[in-house]
Structures are given as structure tokens and as C-alpha cells.
T-cell receptor, first 121, second 112 residues
Framework: GAVVSQHPSWVICKSGTSVKIECRSLDFQATTMFWYRQFPKQSLMLMATSNEGSKATYEQGVEKDKFLINHASLTLSTLTVTSAHPEDSSFYIC?????????????????FGPGTRLTVT | QKEVEQDPGPLSVPEGAIVSLNCTYSNSAFQYFMWYRQYSRKGPELLMYTYSSGNKEDGRFTAQVDKSSKYISLFIRDSQPSDSATYLCAMGGVNQGGKLIFGQGTELSVKP
């Protein structure tokens, strides 16, 4: 259980174009999803917290107009990198917080997707 | 000072060794603690999760939490080459909206 998928697993795009990354919880409902960015040999950097049906909460220093997040359902969140530039090249990972049925989401485990490697040329 | 400090490694051990991975933290409001394993170019995989001080065992893995000292550890017994990965500690508090604060990660290599 608690499987999270991401699509695509890797993408190459030209500078100035937009890229959409999907994050799905396959066998559970996720009231909250998180988007992280990771540079080589570094830890995870939280970009934003995404709650189903409401606007995402962005961490300080993350441009909300550049990294558009939509959490349309309890199993799907999307991150769109708009007008991508080479400095946006990175490993983007989503996670989903388990919300056991019949609870108010009191579980705190996060399950991660496999990540999406974005290269902007 | 970072909220979570983790020994950066890298750590290299022979197969079969006992591995000890450690993190310290400064925020006494942290209440839940996790260890993740991350293979190269993959997403982190949840290994252990605990709320309370003390030990929690799962197979070859033991997670230890000492809230009074603000110190957590992950022990790996009978380490295998397949354990070679980066290990991340993570923690959070109930008032932080489910966010996790991660350590810097320790890169472990288990040599056959």
C-alpha cells in the first residue's frame, strides 16, 4: 500500500516552455501532497504544500507564478514549471501524506513518488 | 544552526557490519520521527516511523529516539550491499501542517 506515482519520470524541454508533472496516490487518498526539489548530493528542499481543493502554500523564496500547483482531487496533484529556464533543471519529487479513512488526517507519514528529472536546454 | 543536523558521511562499511546513523535536532516541538532510504535518482522510501522515545525494530532496522537529548538513530544490522544508499532522517510536529524537516542525508556504502 501507500504507492505514489509521478509522470513523467524524466523530461527535456527547451528554455521558455512549460512542463507539467503529475503526482498520483494510487491506493490511498491524500488530503495533502508536498512538492520538493533536490539538487545532486543535497537533501530535499520543500517547495510547497498542496491541500486538495485549496490553494497551495509556498515556501519562502519559491515563486508561486513560476511553479503552479493544482490539487484537483484526493489522488492527483500537478506541478507546472512555467517558462522554464536552465536553472530550473533539477529532480522534482512529490509526496503524499496518508489520511486513513474515517480520520481527520492525523497520520504524518509521507510517501514519496519516484521523482521527475527535468532538464531545460 | 539548522533545526536538524545529520552526520553527512560518506560512510563505508564491510558487509555484515552494524551501521549507526544519527541525527540531532533543536526543536523540542518535534513529535514524530522518520527514516528514509534514497537510492540514486529515486524517490525516498520510508523505512521507519515513530512517535515516542525508545526503540522500534523492524527486521534488520532499529530506530531509536531520545527526546530528552533530542537525538535519533537508525541501526542497521548485518548490513548488505543492497543497503548502499543515502539515508535521510526527517521529523516534524503536530503544529507544522504535516511538514517534515529533513537532515542533510548520510551516504552509506556497504562493501561486499
Amino acid at each position: 500500500g501507500a504507492v505514489v506515482s509521478q509522470h513523467p519520470s524524466w523530461v527535456i524541454c527547451k528554455s521558455g516552455t512549460s512542463v507539467k508533472i503529475e503526482c498520483r496516490s494510487l491506493d490511498f487518498q491524500a488530503t495533502t501532497m508536498f512538492w520538493y526539489r533536490q539538487f545532486p548530493k543535497q537533501s530535499l528542499m520543500l517547495m510547497a504544500t498542496s491541500n486538495e481543493g485549496s490553494k497551495a502554500t509556498y515556501e519562502q523564496g519559491v515563486e508561486k507564478d513560476k511553479f503552479l500547483i493544482n490539487h484537483a482531487s484526493l489522488t492527483l496533484s500537478t506541478l507546472t514549471v512555467t517558462s522554464a529556464h536552465p536553472e530550473d533543471s533539477s529532480f522534482y519529487i512529490c509526496s503524499a501524506r496518508v489520511a486513513p479513512p474515517g480520520t481527520s488526517g492525523s497520520s504524518y507519514e509521507q510517501y514519496f513518488g519516484p521523482g521527475t528529472r527535468l532538464t531545460v536546454t | 544552526q539548522k533545526e536538524v543536523e545529520q552526520d553527512p558521511g560518506p560512510l563505508s562499511v564491510p558487509e555484515g557490519a552494524i551501521v549507526s546513523l544519527n541525527c540531532t535536532y533543536s526543536n523540542s516541538a518535534f513529535q514524530y520521527f522518520m527514516w528514509y532510504r534514497q537510492y540514486s535518482r529515486k524517490g525516498p522510501e520510508l523505512l521507519m516511523y515513530t512517535y515516542s522515545s525508545g526503540n522500534k525494530e523492524d527486521g534488520r532496522f532499529t530506530a531509536q529516539v531520545d527526546k530528552s537529548s533530542k537525538y535519533i538513530s537508525l541501526f542497521i544490522r548485518d548490513s548488505q550491499p543492497s543497503d548502499s544508499a543515502t539515508y535521510l532522517c526527517a521529523m516534524g510536529g503536530v503544529n507544522q501542517g504535516g511538514k517534515l524537516i529533513f537532515g542533510q542525508g548520510t551516504e552509506l556504502s556497504v562493501k561486499p
